[in-house]
């Protein structure tokens, strides 16, 4: 019997089992949205725009070109300037001149840099001086009045390119301040 009663439950739970659950599920969902956008532009954004000054493709030109700009709310300021390289010049002029076989005058223009000048007294092989060379343009240095040598060698009260830029930028840097 209890063999019987053992066997009847486990048919049972087997049957149970086997059923299969079925469930339905639909879901509708609708979205509305309805927007309006608008943008106003009172004005445009400012803008200062600095020149390019550069000596383009030709790298043969002895110009440095300085550009700035400066802009606030209300007012902007661009500048531009180009400036002169002397030593640049000095040193196209003496090639030029030794091209065409005036060596002492190639010399010459060289030697009117002031370091140029004092290397060439130190090995001594002095600067052509009116025309002499050698020991007698050594003699023609020496006795020239120190005053008229720092002429002839341009280190007169000119300013060069990195001072003029300098200057240039604590002007600017002013000019912000005052804006």
Not at 50 to 62: A, H, I, R, T
Not at 107 to 121: E, H, I, L, R, Y
Request: with cysteine.
């Amino acid at each position: 019997m209890k063999k019987l009663i053992f066997l009847l439950l486990f048919s049972y739970s087997s049957f149970a089992f086997a059923e299969t659950i079925v469930t339905e599920s639909t879901t509708n969902s609708t979205v509305t949205t309805n927007g309006e956008m608008t943008t106003t532009v009172k004005s445009p954004p400012p803008s200062a725009i600095s020149p390019q000054f550069s000596s383009g493709n030709n790298s043969d030109l002895c110009t440095i070109g300085v550009a700035g700009a400066v802009q606030t709310q209300i007012l902007g300021i661009s500048a531009g300037t180009t400036f002169t390289e002397e030593n640049c010049m000095r040193l196209k002029n003496a090639k030029t001149l030794y091209d065409m076989g005036m060596k002492v005058a190639a010399v010459s223009v060289m030697c009117q840099d002031k370091n140029v000048f004092d290397a060439m007294m130190m090995a001594g092989t002095p600067c052509p001086y009116e025309g002499q060379i050698g020991e007698a343009a050594k003699i023609g240095w020496e006795s020239h009045v120190a005053d008229d040598k720092h002429e002839m060698n341009g280190t007169g009260e000119k300013l060069d390119v990195k001072e003029k830029a300098t200057y240039g930028g604590i002007g600017l840097l002013t000019l912000l301040l005052l804006l």
